[in-house]
């Protein structure tokens, strides 16, 4: 029972530096998202999608891009790594529910914890 | 948009006595409510929700909350707090007549207990 895989769990990057934060789940769930967690801001949302080949953005979107290629993955990339995206990044994922909505029953990874120095 | 609030970002607690972290939000449409845990360096568990049914919910490991729409809350309580309760506790509302597909998660209670 994997449910939903984050890697890596950590990593230091430098300024300027990108990466691809990978995230796969085996539920077959249509809705997955990525939420950075910062210390008294809760979980912010950064991109969604609902299914393969769609996606959208979340309230922080900027710096962060998505693409949904089949159900299981869900990679989120940094395009050009900056202090400000320090954080701990969630997959999230969840079954889709009437007017294409999710459900709000989230399942999350184990978080990966970045930092950009 | 919907939002939530979470007042008293830490809250300790003794062994054996209550736990209440208080919810409040805010909702334009009919919302679903939702109490998720976060156990020290892991991912989000949903420990209860609300959707339309009965206003009284209950969780896992003996949590339970109350929906009330007159005081726009949704509290979450426990009779007894245990060691193992030592954790981050959000709250999170989504909008289930709107038209985005957005959770909105509360800042959190960070629940320590003492022995």
């Known amino acids: 029972n994997a449910g939903v895989t984050q890697t890596p769990k950590f990593q230091v990057l430098k300024t300027g530096q990108s990466m691809t934060l990978q995230c796969a789940q085996d539920m077959n769930h249509e809705y997955m998202s990525w939420y950075r967690q910062d210390p008294g801001m809760g979980l912010r949302l950064i991109h969604y999608?609902?299914?393969?080949?769609?996606?959208d953005q979340g309230e922080v979107p900027n710096g962060y891009n998505v693409s949904r290629s089949t159900t299981e993955d869900f990679p989120l990339r940094l395009l050009s790594a900056a202090p400000s995206q320090t954080s701990v990044y969630f997959c999230a994922s969840s079954y889709v529910g009437a007017g294409g909505k999710n459900t709000g029953e989230l399942f999350f990874g184990e978080g990966s914890r970045l930092t950009v120095l | 948009a919907q939002s939530v609030t979470q007042l008293d970002s830490h809250v300790s607690v003794s062994e054996g006595t209550p736990v209440l972290l208080r919810c409040n939000y805010s909702?334009?449409?009919?919302?679903?409510l939702f109490w998720y845990v976060q156990h020290p360096n892991k991912g989000l568990q949903l420990l209860l929700k609300?959707?339309?049914?009965?206003?009284l919910v209950k969780g896992i490991n003996g949590f339970e909350a109350e929906f009330k729409k007159s005081e726009t809350s949704f509290h979450l309580t426990k009779p007894s707090a245990h060691m193992s309760d030592a954790s981050e506790y959000f709250c999170?509302?989504?909008?289930?007549?709107?038209?985005?597909?957005?959770?909105?998660f509360g800042k959190g209670n960070q629940v320590v207990v003492i022995p």
């Open positions: 999608s609902v299914g393969a080949g769609i996606t």
């Open positions: 609300y959707t339309s049914a009965a206003t």
């Open positions: 909702s334009s449409y009919s919302p679903s």
């Open positions: 999170v509302v989504s909008d289930r007549g709107s038209g985005n597909n957005r959770l909105a």
